[in-house]
């Protein structure tokens, strides 16, 4: 058997120019490109003669089982094909390209990775919302709202009781557990941001405080894939938008 090779790319949060070069190389050298619901599809344009498979999960749509896309990498690397497994944002960020990786080397397949841009730190930025700032925060926690149980990460309450800024994907599902959290730790007038579809031409934000965000996502309808951002952090946004506002008006 000719065994292939495996490339997890991450692909980057979503605007389709915020891919790496390393892997839009990636890309142009693959066989095979099996890509994620997160994925702009306009990537596979790199990639014009591989055959794409889409294995996107999305919440209660499963197109294929995580086993299944193990082994769809497998053996497609036993026909000796390159695999590319594009990813949205990074891959060892919440992506599984780990598991994947060990999967497919177990197999005795050759194995590699092209970082992405995070979504957890790319999205606030695409709304001028830095995750660490003099004076604001010292540090970051990038935490998933949901565990693999389906339940509230435990460490979204540690979190709470600290300073730092609070970045959180898939969470929206859980997002009145997490405010409660931080409303316990006497935290209700903490900046909160919630950015669904970030960098993209969908993309749509809500600011509010941990009091009142839970009010102002119903009204504006946001759902997912949106990420959650809690901390004084939040506050640079409007302090940016008036400083341009000003500038515009004395120019």
Request: proline content about 4%.
């Amino acid at each position: 058997m000719n065994i292939g090779k495996l490339t997890v790319v991450g692909a980057g949060p979503g605007d389709v120019e915020l891919i790496t070069l390393k892997g839009v190389k990636a890309l142009q050298a693959a066989d095979v490109v099996l890509y994620d619901a997160l994925v702009d599809t306009r990537l596979l344009e790199f990639a014009p003669e591989a055959e794409h498979i889409f294995v996107g999960k999305r919440k209660g749509c499963y197109r294929f089982q995580q086993e299944q896309i193990n082994e769809l990498i497998v053996q497609r690397g036993g026909l000796g094909c390159h695999v590319v497994r594009l990813k949205g944002g990074d891959p060892f960020v919440f992506g599984r390209g780990a598991e994947e990786m060990e999967y497919a080397a177990h197999y005795g397949m050759e194995v590699a990775v092209v970082p992405g841009i995070s979504s957890a730190i790319a999205v606030p930025a695409s709304q001028n919302v830095p995750v660490t700032k003099r004076g604001a925060a010292e540090s970051f926690w990038v935490i998933t709202g949901t565990t693999r149980e389906h339940k509230l990460s435990e460490d979204v309450a540690l979190a709470a009781k600290s300073s730092a800024t609070i970045v959180i994907l898939m969470g929206m599902a859980k997002l009145p557990e997490i405010m409660a959290l931080f409303q316990g730790e006497h935290k209700s007038q903490l900046p909160v941001a919630v950015i669904q579809e970030g960098t993209t031409k969908n993309e749509k934000t809500v600011i509010g405080t941990v009091s009142t965000i839970e009010t102002k996502v119903l009204e504006e309808r946001l759902s997912n894939p949106a990420i959650i951002v809690i901390g004084e952090v939040v506050n640079h946004r409007e302090r940016l938008n008036a400083i341009k506002k000003e500038k515009m008006v004395f120019t």
